[in-house]
């Protein structure tokens, strides 16, 4: 049965992280906004040419634009993930040891050293859950934290 204190509690902190991700972002991208606007106005640029070059940017996913809309991709796709992992976790329980597995197609440095490792739930958030912001590949991460039980009797793989 799912424990719904351990899904609540870690829902209401996950939408508490998004929310400062997702204005982090914001503000991120304002600065570089601000940025560009006032070295271009130094430049002796006009505001009609400037307001032409945001907008072909803004259309065509360029350096701000573009920056700014993969962050937030990469911030929903590892908000949702984390919520994914929120229901098993109040399905599975904490009390349980997990395996850090790691998909090992362009992985980042830190997950390729917790790979295989096992942990209980609360040392795994401790040192960083998967796409936490924790590892070098942040919202991007595609490992995952498998139940011990799931992973000691699993067959070898051999090709």
């Known amino acids: 049965m799912a424990d719904r204190n351990i899904i609540k509690e870690t829902a209401n902190r996950e939408l508490e992280t998004l929310e400062i991700?997702?204005?982090s972002k914001v503000a991120r991208t304002a600065s570089s906004l601000e940025e560009y606007i006032n070295v271009r106005l130094t430049?002796?640029?006009s505001l009609a040419t400037i307001r032409a070059d945001?907008?072909?940017?803004?259309?065509e996913g360029g350096r701000i634009f573009g920056e700014f809309r993969n962050?937030?991709?990469?911030?929903f796709a590892g908000s949702v993930s984390r919520f994914r992992d929120t229901g098993q976790?109040?399905?599975i329980g904490v009390d349980v040891k997990?395996?850090?597995v790691a998909v090992l197609v362009n992985t980042c440095e830190d997950c390729l050293a917790r790979h295989g490792k096992v942990r209980t739930w609360d040392k795994w958030e401790a040192e960083g859950l998967p796409r936490t912001g924790q590892?070098?590949?942040?919202?991007n991460c595609k490992c995952v934290l498998i139940p011990m039980e799931a992973t000691e009797f699993a067959p070898i793989m051999r090709g």
């Open 89 to 91: 976790i109040g399905e």
């Open 54 to 59: 945001l907008t072909k940017d803004l259309l």
């Open 135 to 139: 590892t070098v590949c942040k919202e």
């Open 98 to 100: 997990f395996r850090w």
């Open 43 to 45: 430049q002796g640029v």
């Open 71 to 75: 962050a937030f991709k990469a911030t």
């Open 21 to 23: 991700m997702l204005t």
